[in-house]
């Protein structure tokens, strides 16, 4: 699953690998907390560095307007937005885009276990800005 075409190809892998261990288990059906619930204590498991509900600032003309918070922030680098819709619409797909351009994170994973299969893309910013450490 790893392609090295991708950003953060490895993590990702990693956290995909996650959730199809998830979706082995649980099936389709359930609320989404309980798939998120699930993930955490796999991505826990496999040793990956994540936080839960991670809360940013959301700014507007450099004026902080609100909070959104991701599902999962992992590593620091990869945004994890979770539903369990029996189809995945536009609008999540949005969602999921404005969190990576809101926090300026480059990569993004968009899973759904609410389908008859795992259903998950990976997601990139095209307006990511890297940030130099000084």
Do not use: W
């Not at 953060?8 to 619930?37: D, P, W």
């Not at 969190?99 to 307006?127: C, Q």
């Amino acid at each position: 699953m790893i392609n090295t075409n991708y950003k953060h190809s490895e993590l990702t892998s990693k956290v995909i690998g996650c959730a199809m261990r998830v979706n082995s288990a649980l099936g389709n059906g359930f609320q989404e907390v309980i798939y998120q619930r699930a993930l955490q204590i796999e991505m826990s498991l496999a040793d990956i560095p994540f936080s839960r509900e991670f809360e940013m600032p959301i700014y507007y003309r450099n004026n902080h307007i609100g909070t959104r918070r991701v599902d999962f922030l992992v590593d620091g680098i990869l945004s994890v937005e979770l539903k369990a819709t029996t189809k995945v619409e536009d609008v999540h797909f949005a969602q999921a885009i404005n969190y990576l351009e809101a926090y300026n994170l480059e990569t993004g994973l968009l899973i759904n276990f609410g389908e008859r299969s795992l259903n998950f893309k990976r997601l990139k910013n095209n307006k990511f800005v890297e940030v130099e450490n000084v």
